[in-house]
């Protein structure tokens, strides 16, 4: 995966957007005599600053000097769950809509032509949702904002003393921030839209393990370690802000979780629905949104499902073809002998990774990246491995994070780092920077673009294991069927309407074991589209690029093909595929 963000809500960026600051674009833009491309820029960067400038925590993951950018002196804020705050945010992207729509494309350059395409796809995206707004979930075990908030508070990096205020005043806004999203529910719970008591209780149960003792929270710890760390701090400075974190840990935040947890548990049995969206009144238009927006293809559900179900019998026939033809194999048979000994060298790994790609894959300017590990106060509650994305002014510094937990190794951790590492999530984040876009295409990124490729790139690393031993095919034929499985039964329970009994049934006829049907359903039920954009964005790599390699047959060179990948950017596939075949030279049908 790559870094984390809050996912409440991507939709309309940070529900934050103003709408006098809207109109007030409108009038700017039309009140100075500026050429069309300057107004563009003008337009888009202040976009970019009013997406970021009510929520501070985005902010600070975005941008490294915010005054860079001329945000200073922003009041600092959590944001807004409440469903005022979104229909706010939607007459904002109306009002922003009709900005974009006095610009004439062609007096736009090249660059920004593309910039204008993906914001006027996004808009007409975002406003399409206007019917489902209580459709949306904030909460949830895995992805929701109860569970990533921890994270994201755990790892605030401290870079300058302001940081270090900015910090201790979010943690005191935590309450209000969840009685906005308690608020929403209890708006979900009316019109017959909450969550399913299944799902309510996993969180209920996460909020109760996290308020467990308040002393010895990692919150706190890691607070401490942090400010020991930190230069320029006298040791009674130190002293003073250890003591008002913990004071506002203990005083606002963990009361704030307490109060989460009671809210829901008010709300157990309101749910009318213990199934997928399929049986929520407008549940399928929901999940076709759902699937353009998060994962950014246009498609028909039908069309996609089609897709799905063609590369799984594609990948299954080549299991088997090459489990009939080798034998006594296992995951790390033939294993690189620069890993031999360790095989939990990642730092060996990303290195072997980055020189085996250079001849597939263009160059990127040369930045540092730092393994590190979990701390072991957090490795319970993270996935294998992360890449955290860097600010946008800051992209030189990356970090990759494992978790010991897992005992993530051989095969598998060299496959983990090529989709979170090179050629993956930090390869393709770099190669994007250095291209210097428009900010506000950092805002824009569909998840199908950027998991996706690290998908896409996660399995072409098992060719540059051993040089594509039968093992490594074998094993990348199996993780993407099982990612496409899963996919699969996405859309089964949202769409189509899958009960946990028909789940059981299609994994026994395929020949699985029946016992993980009920986890697996629940992971899908509580995260509708996740999967999604793992691997149809994977699909869609893949069928571009056989795309190109039909139409340029011996022509075909798969550095220019990733090059041109690259240069398009974040973005809906129908954009990529535009922009990668006028690279190429190919005309589309």
């Known amino acids: 995966m790559s870094a984390f963000h809050f996912t409440w809500r991507k939709r309309i960026l940070l529900l934050l957007l103003s709408l006098a600051a809207a109109v007030c674009a409108i009038l700017f833009l039309i009140g100075f005599p500026f050429t069309s491309e300057k107004k563009f820029d003008r337009f888009t960067r202040q976009v970019f600053c009013e997406e970021l400038s009510g929520n501070t925590l985005s902010l600070?993951?975005?941008?490294?000097?915010?005054?860079?950018?001329?945000?200073?002196?922003?009041?600092?804020?959590?944001?807004?769950?409440?469903?005022?705050?979104?229909?706010?945010?939607?007459?904002?992207c109306e009002n922003y809509q009709k900005t974009l729509d006095s610009f004439s494309f062609e007096e736009l350059n090249a660059s920004q032509q593309v910039?204008?395409?993906?914001?006027?796809?996004?808009?007409?995206?975002?406003?399409?949702?206007?019917?489902?707004?209580?459709?949306?979930?904030?909460?949830?075990?895995?992805?929701?904002?109860?569970?990533?908030?921890?994270?994201?508070?755990?790892?605030?990096?401290?870079r300058t003393k302001?940081?270090?205020?900015?910090?201790?005043?979010?943690?005191?806004?935590?309450?209000?921030?969840?009685?906005?999203?308690?608020?929403?529910?209890?708006?979900?719970?009316?019109?017959?839209?909450?969550?399913?008591?299944?799902?309510?209780?996993?969180?209920?149960?996460?909020?109760?393990?996290?308020?467990?003792?308040?002393?010895?929270?990692?919150?706190?710890?890691?607070?401490?370690?942090?400010?020991?760390?930190?230069?320029?701090?006298?040791?009674?400075?130190?002293?003073a802000y250890q003591k008002r974190n913990e004071a506002a840990v203990t005083g606002y935040v963990l009361p704030a979780y307490e109060t989460l947890s009671k809210g829901l548990t008010d709300l157990l049995g309101k749910g009318r629905n213990e199934q997928g969206l399929f049986y929520f009144p407008k549940g399928q238009s929901f999940y076709e949104y759902l699937v353009k927006r998060e994962v950014g293809d246009a498609r028909s559900i039908a069309q996609?499902?089609?897709?799905?179900?063609?590369?799984?019998?594609?990948?299954?026939?080549?299991?088997?073809?090459?489990?009939?033809?080798?034998?006594?194999?296992?995951?790390?048979?033939?294993?690189?002998?620069a890993f031999a000994d360790d095989s939990t060298d990642a730092v060996a790994m990303l290195k072997d990774l980055r020189k085996k790609i250079s001849q597939d894959f263009?160059?990127?300017?040369?930045?540092?990246?730092?393994?590190?590990?979990?701390?072991?106060?957090?490795?319970?509650?993270?996935?294998?491995?992360?890449?955290?994305?860097?600010?946008?002014?800051?992209?030189?510094e990356n970090v990759i994070y494992l978790n010991?937990?897992?005992?993530?190794?051989?095969?598998?951790?060299?496959?983990?780092?090529?989709?979170?590492?090179?050629?993956?999530?930090?390869?393709?984040t770099v190669s994007f920077h250095a291209q210097s876009p428009a900010p506000l295409r950092f805002l824009l990124a569909p998840g199908g673009y950027t998991e996706g490729w690290a998908t896409y790139v996660e399995m072409y690393a098992y060719s540059l294991w051993d040089g594509g031993s039968d093992a490594s095919v074998i094993q990348q034929k199996n993780r993407a069927f099982s990612l496409g499985l899963a996919a699969l039964l996405d859309i089964g329970i949202h769409y189509h309407g899958y009960s946990p009994a028909d789940v059981s049934a299609f994994l026994t006829k395929l020949g699985f074991d029946a016992s993980s049907a009920s986890s697996l359903y629940q992971a899908i039920l509580q995260a509708p589209a996740n999967y999604l954009q793992y691997y149809v964005g994977y699909l869609n790599f893949q069928r571009l690029r056989s795309t190109m390699e039909?139409?340029?047959?011996?022509?075909?060179?798969?550095?220019?093909?990733?090059?041109?990948?690259?240069?398009?950017?974040?973005?809906?596939?129908?954009?990529?595929?535009?922009?990668?075949?006028?690279?190429?030279?190919?005309?589309?049908?």
């Not at 205020?165 to 529910?185: A, C, K």
């Not at 300017?365 to 890449?387: G, N, Q, R, T």
């Not at 922009?579 to 030279?585: D, E, I, T």
């Open 404 to 428: 010991p937990a897992e005992n993530c190794s051989g095969l598998s951790l060299y496959t983990t780092l090529a989709h979170e590492g090179y050629p993956g999530h930090l390869f393709q």
């Open 304 to 337: 996609i499902e089609e897709e799905i179900k063609q590369q799984l019998v594609a990948d299954y026939q080549a299991i088997q073809n090459r489990m009939s033809s080798s034998s006594g194999i296992s995951a790390n048979e033939g294993m690189p002998s």
């Open 550 to 589: 039909q139409a340029l047959q011996e022509r075909f060179v798969l550095r220019d093909f990733h090059a041109a990948v690259l240069e398009a950017g974040p973005a809906p596939f129908s954009i990529v595929e535009k922009l990668v075949a006028q690279k190429l030279g190919v005309a589309l049908s």
């Open 162 to 239: 302001g940081d270090v205020e900015h910090y201790l005043t979010l943690l005191t806004q935590v309450p209000d921030y969840f009685l906005s999203l308690l608020s929403f529910e209890r708006e979900k719970a009316t019109a017959g839209l909450f969550m399913s008591d299944a799902c309510a209780q996993e969180v209920i149960k996460q909020c109760q393990d996290f308020i467990q003792s308040p002393s010895e929270h990692y919150l706190i710890t890691l607070f401490q370690k942090k400010i020991d760390a930190f230069s320029n701090l006298t040791a009674d400075e130190k002293i």
């Open 60 to 92: 600070h993951y975005t941008v490294a000097d915010p005054s860079d950018f001329g945000l200073k002196n922003l009041p600092v804020s959590l944001g807004d769950g409440s469903t005022m705050a979104q229909r706010r945010a939607l007459a904002a």
């Open 362 to 396: 263009p160059g990127i300017p040369a930045v540092s990246c730092e393994v590190k590990y979990v701390d072991d106060s957090l490795k319970d509650y993270l996935s294998p491995a992360f890449y955290l994305t860097p600010p946008i002014d800051q992209y030189t």
């Open 115 to 158: 910039t204008y395409a993906i914001f006027k796809d996004w808009l007409d995206t975002e406003l399409s949702g206007a019917d489902f707004l209580l459709y949306e979930e904030p909460l949830g075990p895995t992805l929701g904002v109860q569970a990533q908030l921890p994270i994201l508070l755990a790892e605030y990096s401290f």
